[in-house]
């Protein structure tokens, strides 16, 4: 279990490191991908999904969005905890949109995922726009919107996959 947290962990910090490195070289209308909360959404709305049943394993979510805002408050300008705080807030509406799912199909899954990755994107760019005095949602942010939206479902499909491999090796006594 300790294992899966330390991947997490390291993914993070992997993710903080090519964003501030590589991918902000590669932008779209002045805008990078922002490849830290691409994987703090994918991560939370996974273990969201899995833990929905064991609300009681909340701890380690929680390590997830601190690790995560942690390290993008890293390479942001704004004020340490800032990340961290919002992360806090959008972790608290993913779980509370995940709880109120009656079923989650599997088939479906990217879908419910997009749907609540486009508004917490949304957000937490809006409150950071918010903070620094410079909201602006034209289309340089669409398309940021877009960019990372291709990103996070590709990371999506990718975290999935790796679930699925892991999930296969268990002992399945009764099918």
């Not at 959404?41 to 805002?69: H, Q, S």
Request: contains cysteine.
């Amino acid at each position: 279990m300790w294992f899966k947290f330390l991947a997490i962990f390291l993914a993070i910090f992997l993710a903080s490191v090519v964003q501030a490195s590589f991918l902000a070289h590669f932008t779209i209308l002045g805008n990078s991908a922002n490849l830290v909360f691409v994987v703090f959404a994918v991560v939370i709305f996974y273990e969201c999904i899995l833990n929905r049943l064991w609300p009681r394993e909340f701890y380690k979510e929680i390590m997830v969005v601190v690790v995560a805002g942690f390290f993008a408050d890293l390479f942001s300008s704004f004020s340490f905890g800032l990340s961290i705080a919002i992360f806090l807030v959008l972790y608290l509406a993913i779980k509370t949109a995940i709880y109120f799912l009656k079923e989650i199909p599997d088939r479906y899954l990217i879908v419910y995922f997009l749907a609540v990755f486009a508004p917490s994107f949304f957000a937490y760019h809006a409150v950071l726009g918010i903070i620094s005095n410079n909201l602006r949602v034209n289309t340089a942010f669409f398309i940021a919107l877009a960019y990372n939206i291709v990103l996070a479902a590709a990371l999506f499909y990718f975290y999935k996959k790796i679930d699925s491999i892991k999930s296969g090796r268990q002992l399945k006594l009764f099918h």
